[in-house]
């Protein structure tokens, strides 16, 4: 069971990130946001595992996935949400508060000034009554927030699904894809110390691609180095950006 029971939802801010969403996607969305607070904040990256938490095939699951992609946090093997976190860190910082407070039992001391200002007459202090605890600052609350960590690139990393239609729909064929994907794996294996240790993956494997020396299909032509078989180079990109190519990036 999760530590805590009960999860703040913005609507606002939601509705207005996701009206492009289908009602099907909506709903895959919001039970993978409810499986992550069930689970402190994350899920495993496992397709069939989460297929089967939103009761979808695995099929469907990774095209959805490759839609809701730009949501969502991909971190050593598992998926969470940037909002979900920062809400998870600060309720978990008020439960342990309060927590603390029952432990102390509850309710302020008397303050030692209680009988001089009965005695001027300038407070009247009942003594049955509890002060309320003032809210907290919300620039204290955003400092008190855990920093996130990061994480080396696990050692059995393949290049997910949705990283790899990602690569296709930005133009590169689909042999210079496999290709980055293992240079990007040994590279980042090979880097020792911190430097070798990033907050967000995805992020990094963009930037990798978008550094690649691998020439693009320009506007759905052919360059020198393109595949001599256009047509079937559009099949793939048109497949994947639908989700139905079966391509496993692994």
């Not at 102390?104 to 509890?130: D, F, L, M, Y």
């Not at 996130?148 to 042999?175: I, M, T, Y």
């Amino acid at each position: 069971m999760s530590k805590a029971p009960s999860m703040p939802m913005y609507w606002d801010a939601y509705l207005a990130d996701t009206t492009h969403l289908t009602t099907e996607e909506h709903g895959a969305y919001m039970l993978l946001l409810g499986a992550m607070w069930r689970r402190n904040g994350w899920v495993p990256d496992d397709d069939r595992d989460n297929a089967r938490i939103l009761g979808l095939t695995v099929g469907k699951w990774r095209k959805i996935k490759a839609r809701l992609s730009d949501f969502l946090m991909f971190q050593g093997g598992e998926i969470s949400q940037k909002k979900l976190l920062e809400t998870w860190g600060k309720t978990q910082e008020k439960i342990e508060k309060n927590r603390s407070n029952g432990a102390k039992g509850g309710r302020p001391k008397v303050s030692k000034n209680k009988g001089v200002a009965k005695a001027n007459a300038s407070v009247s202090v009942n003594p049955n009554q509890t002060i309320p605890e003032p809210e907290p600052e919300i620039k204290r609350e955003a400092k008190a927030s855990p920093k996130k960590r990061g994480s080396r690139l696990p050692q059995d990393w393949v290049l997910p699904v949705a990283w790899g239609n990602w690569a296709l729909g930005e133009g590169w064929p689909e042999p210079a894809v496999r290709s980055e994907a293992d240079k990007f794996r040994d590279y980042w294996h090979s880097v020792a110390g911190q430097k070798g240790v990033k907050l967000d993956w995805l992020a990094t494997w963009r930037n990798w691609m978008r550094n690649s020396k691998n020439p693009r299909i320009i506007n759905g032509g052919q360059n020198e180095h393109s595949p001599r078989h256009p047509n079937r180079l559009q099949r793939i990109v048109t497949a994947a950006a639908e989700g139905t190519s079966g391509q496993d990036w692994g």
